[in-house]
Antibody, heavy 113, light 108 residues
Framework: QAQLVQSGAEVKKPGASVRISCTAS????????THWVRQAPGQGLEWMAI??STGGWSTYTQKFQGRVTVTTDYLDVNSLTFEDTALYFC????????????WGPGTLVTVSS | QSALTQPASVSGSPGQSITISCTGT???????VSWYQQHPGKAPQVVIF???KRPSGVSDRFSGSKSAKTASLTISGLHLEDEADYYC??????????FGGGTKVTVL
């Protein structure tokens, strides 16, 4: 059964960095794009970034450019602030469909002093 | 990228039909409009993609459409398990995506 497996919850101090991994199980990740989406407590979904199946192309929403890096395996967020406390999801897309058809369970990142 | 506007809440009785709207410039210029259902504490699940395509395994009670800058998700024959948050999503210029603010569906 296809699934996305994400790394465990993290607690970080302001100014620190965090790396969240996303691993495909039961299918070949190289056939899909990977999206990253986050959700602050009690808030809506916020799209962050996308990377293609080879890692050769990626795009970030303007808000995160320069502070976030994605690879085919993980998401890095630098210079964390309290506002980065959120559940971070990875999701796959069959290229060109806009269909995020499989989501990871989410990784909770808590930024606390 | 522009914002996508959804109503904060929509409600209906079991068996009724409800429609959730999603309005924004990016909806108007994209065929990649999708809808996601999210139950509390769970990851989102796609119910509609490509404006009106329904993934296999999704009930045919879910349907999508678009007119100008507004996309719509209709849930027919409302079930109790349809109570959830629903988010629209559209592809924007620069190959980025944007989500709507979400709509809480309550089954009365």
């Amino acid at each position: 059964q296809a699934q996305l497996v994400q790394s465990g919850a993290e607690v970080k101090k302001p100014g620190a960095s965090v790396r969240i991994s996303c691993t495909a199980s039961g299918y070949t990740l190289t056939s899909f794009y990977t999206h990253w989406v986050r959700q602050a407590p009690g808030q809506g979904l916020e799209w962050m970034a996308i990377i293609d199946s080879t890692g050769g192309w990626s795009t970030y929403t303007q808000k995160f450019q320069g502070r976030v890096t994605v690879t085919t395996d993980y998401l890095d967020v630098n210079s964390l602030t309290f506002e980065d406390t959120a559940l971070y999801f990875c999701a796959r897309e069959a290229p060109g469909t806009g269909n995020l058809d499989l989501w990871g369970p989410g990784t909770l990142v808590t930024v606390s002093s | 990228q522009s914002a996508l506007t959804q109503p904060a809440s929509v409600s209906g009785s079991p068996g009724q039909s409800i429609t959730i709207s999603c309005t924004g410039t990016d909806v108007g210029r994209s065929d990649h409009v999708s809808w996601y259902q999210q139950h509390p504490g769970k990851a989102p699940q796609v119910v509609i993609f490509g404006v009106s395509k329904r993934p296999s395994g999704v009930s045919d009670r879910f349907s999508g459409s678009k007119s100008a800058k507004t996309a719509s998700l209709t849930i027919s024959g409302l079930h109790l398990e349809d109570e959830a948050d629903y988010y629209c999503c559209a592809l924007a210029p620069g190959s980025v995506y944007v989500f709507g603010g979400g709509t809480k569906v309550t089954v009365l």
